[in-house]
């Protein structure tokens, strides 16, 4: 089956730590993008990733980090410079330009 | 900066009606338009894509529509059904912003039986 995976589905960080969220996809695509959502806040764009080795900030990037080696993964690093980082995170691929964008499971990261 | 807005936020209605979603945005200067839906603790599922050049979409049950020139668009659901609850989510890209989303808080749906 083609989609995207992320893991783990749940995830817990003790304070000062840093802790690192998954995402693979097999739909061949070009693009990977990452989004918070808060309760009553919507998704809001972390970092994206239009081809490998390359990827840009979004509205929300400090305390975050990501890398792109591979065209199927694209992980998300959460700092321990995010002070905040109690949210549902979603990963989602696009075939690039501003093409639907498929978006896997998401991972809740609590704060121990 | 585009601003993406949904009312209501909740919304509840009894099985077999037609119901609309409303979704505005601030800059006219869109791409496309998406509309998602969410279960709860779930990702999103895409419904409908609207093209800036294009003035609806239709799948199945599903209408969207969409006025560039007033900053709207409207999801339209015929006969829902109690699998119609959940949260749905419309989003923009931009012009000259390569394939960043903009989204709404969403309207959560109830039907009841």
């Known amino acids: 089956d083609g989609g995207i995976t992320q893991s783990p589905k749940y995830l817990f960080r003790k304070e000062g730590q840093n802790v690192t969220l998954s995402c693979e996809q097999n739909l061949n695509h070009d693009a990977m993008y990452w989004y918070r959502q808060d309760p009553g806040q919507g998704l809001r764009l972390i970092y994206y990733s239009q081809i490998v080795n390359d990827f840009q900030k979004g509205d929300i990037a400090e305390g975050y980090s990501v890398s792109r080696e591979k065209k199927e993964s694209f992980p998300l690093t959460v700092t321990s410079a995010q002070k905040n980082p109690t949210a549902f995170y979603l990963c989602a691929s696009s075939g690039g330009g501003r093409e639907t964008q498929y978006f896997g499971p998401g991972t809740r990261l609590l704060v121990l | 900066k585009q601003e993406v807005t949904q009312i209501p936020a909740a919304l509840s209605v009894p099985e077999g009606e037609n119901l609309v979603l409303n979704c505005s945005f601030t800059?006219?200067?869109?791409?496309?338009l998406q509309w998602f839906r969410q279960d709860p603790g779930k990702g999103l599922t895409s419904l409908l894509l609207i093209q800036s050049s294009q003035r609806e979409q239709t799948s199945g049950r599903l209408n969207a529509s969409l006025d560039k020139s007033s900053g709207r668009s409207t999801l339209y659901i015929a006969a829902s059904q109690p699998g119609d609850s959940a949260t749905y989510l419309c989003?923009?890209?931009?012009?000259?912003?390569?394939?960043?989303?903009?989204f709404g808080t969403g309207t959560r749906l109830q039907v009841t039986l």
């Open positions: 989003a923009v890209i931009q012009t000259g912003t390569a394939s960043k989303l903009t």
């Open positions: 800059d006219s200067a869109i791409y496309n």
